[in-house]
């Protein structure tokens, strides 16, 4: 009886197995090939698909130049696009600032074609009166994202600066990429979803500008993304060390400015914990009072 169940198993596996590459097919190709195909098929039509619509966009902008498009408008949304990573996912780049700002004024310029329309019917007001808030606060909720992920550098730039510190404390001769690559890999430890992302971020951004230049050419660079307080002046202290310059009481100084802001952070979420736990015990007493009360009550209720 075993020896027929070992054989029924074994040959129902191999007919499994060979089912997976097509053997058994009748078709002239095999499902998996066919299906590779339409995959391939479909990604092919996502890609034509989004190139035209960038296109699209690209060309609203090119039209509205006058009005939509000047030098600072462009560098700041390039400084958007190359900081928060706004990207095409079909064609895995990412967008120019024309792309962009086409993309967030072709609905203002679509609604405006139904203004005549709302003396009928005042919803196509509203509509354009939305999507005119849209165009006007898009930008602000890009800087508030990047202020967003400045508050996170700020708090957990230590992790990244305490593996630097002996490296930058050798001057001209340290070499940051491995360091950074170290780094890296402990992000996968980061149990903070939001924390893992703009380090991981921050750190391949730096790890890429180790990997095209020189250690003290590389570093000042990353202020061209990361303009926040804290990286400028890490780019400032360790830029001195690599040119040379003993510079450790800075390096030193930067590091207890850091140890302070991660331990002022620690302190707080303590607090915020212990407010928890307190108000958690303020509940749990009022539940017993109401348990208490409700049982004398029946116990009231019984006497009568």
């Known amino acids: 009886m ?4 070992i054989v029924v198993a074994t040959v129902y596996a191999v007919w499994i197995i060979l089912g997976q590459f097509g053997v058994f097919e009748i078709a ?3 499902k998996r090939a066919v299906n590779n195909h339409k995959a391939s098929t479909n ?20 039209i509205f130049r006058g009005m939509l498009m000047n030098p600072i408008v462009e560098d700041n949304h390039q400084y958007y696009i190359d900081r928060l990573e706004i990207r095409s996912e079909p064609l895995n780049r990412l967008y120019t600032p024309d792309e962009l700002r086409g993309k967030h004024a072709f609905p203002v310029i679509a609604s405006l074609l139904l203004i005549p329309l709302g003396v009928f019917a005042p919803l196509f007001w509203l509509i354009t009166l939305y999507c005119l808030f849209r165009f006007v606060t898009y930008q602000v909720i890009y800087k508030a994202k990047i202020r ?18 002996s490296k930058l404390k050798q001057g001209s001769r340290a070499r940051l990429q491995g ?19 703009v380090m991981l971020k921050l750190s391949r951004y730096l790890l890429n500008l180790l990997s095209l230049y020189e250690d003290h050419v590389a570093v000042p660079k990353l202020k061209d993304i990361y303009r926040s307080a804290t990286i400028i002046n ?9 040119n040379g310059i003993e510079n450790w009481d800075n ?3 930067f590091k207890m400015q850091l140890t302070v802001r991660k331990t002022d952070l620690m302190r707080k979420r303590s607090d915020k914990i212990v407010r928890s736990g307190e108000r958690a015990i303020y509940a749990i007493w009022v539940i017993l009072f109401i348990f208490v009360a409700v049982g004398w009550y ?6 009568y």
């Open 28 to 30: 002239s190709a095999p």
């Open 251 to 253: 390096l030193l100084t």
């Open 43 to 62: 990604i092919a039509q996502k890609r034509k698909r989004e190139q035209s619509k960038l296109k699209f966009y690209s060309g609203v902008t090119d």
């Open 234 to 242: 890490f780019c400032n202290v360790a830029t001195q060390s690599l």
């Open 2 to 5: 075993n020896t027929l169940i």
């Open 179 to 197: 360091t950074v690559q170290n780094y890296i890999d402990t992000l996968e430890g980061q149990f903070d979803i939001d924390v893992q992302r």
């Open 148 to 165: 967003d992920e400045d508050q996170i550098i700020d708090n957990y730039f230590i992790d990244l600066y305490l593996l630097m510190y």
């Open 298 to 303: 029946a116990k009231v209720q019984n006497l």
